[in-house]
C-alpha cells in the first residue's frame, strides 16, 4: 500500500506561483511512476504533469513552460512547481502513484485546491 499527502495548494493572483508536495509512505524509487492530476468543477481529471521512475517527464499542452514536476528521492516526495499561474489553472490538483512492476496498482492523495483570481 501506498500513502499519498498534497500540500502547499492555496489562493495566489494571476502570474503568481505555488510549489505543491507529495510525500510518499515508501520510498519513490520503488514506484513506476508518479503524477499531477487535477480536476475543475464540471470538467473530467485531466493529467498535468507526469514522472516515471527513469526521470522522464511529460506535461499538458496547457502548462508546458510553466509548471515543472521534480523530486527528491531522500524525502519520498515530488513536487510540481507552478508558474505564471492563470485563472484556469484552478482545479483541485491530486498525486498520483503507480506502484512497481510487480503490483502496478494506482493510488491517489486527496487532493489539494489551487485557485487563481483574475
Known amino acids: 500500500q501506498v500513502q499519498l499527502v498534497e500540500s502547499g495548494g492555496g489562493l495566489v493572483q494571476a502570474g503568481g506561483s505555488l510549489r505543491l508536495s507529495c510525500a510518499a509512505s515508501r520510498s519513490i524509487l520503488s514506484l513506476s511512476a508518479m503524477g499531477w492530476y487535477r480536476q475543475a468543477p464540471g470538467k473530467q481529471r485531466e493529467l498535468v504533469a507526469g514522472?516515471?521512475?527513469?526521470?522522464?517527464?511529460n506535461y499538458a499542452d496547457s502548462v508546458k513552460g510553466r509548471f515543472t514536476i521534480s523530486r527528491d528521492n531522500a524525502k519520498n516526495t515530488v513536487y510540481l512547481q507552478m508558474n505564471s499561474l492563470k485563472p484556469e489553472d484552478t482545479a483541485v490538483y491530486y498525486c498520483?502513484?503507480?506502484?512497481?512492476?510487480?503490483?502496478?496498482?494506482?493510488?491517489w492523495g486527496q487532493g489539494t485546491q489551487v485557485t487563481v483570481s483574475s
Open positions: 498520483k502513484a503507480v506502484g512497481p512492476v510487480y503490483d502496478s496498482r494506482t493510488y
Open positions: 514522472i516515471i521512475s527513469g526521470g522522464r517527464t
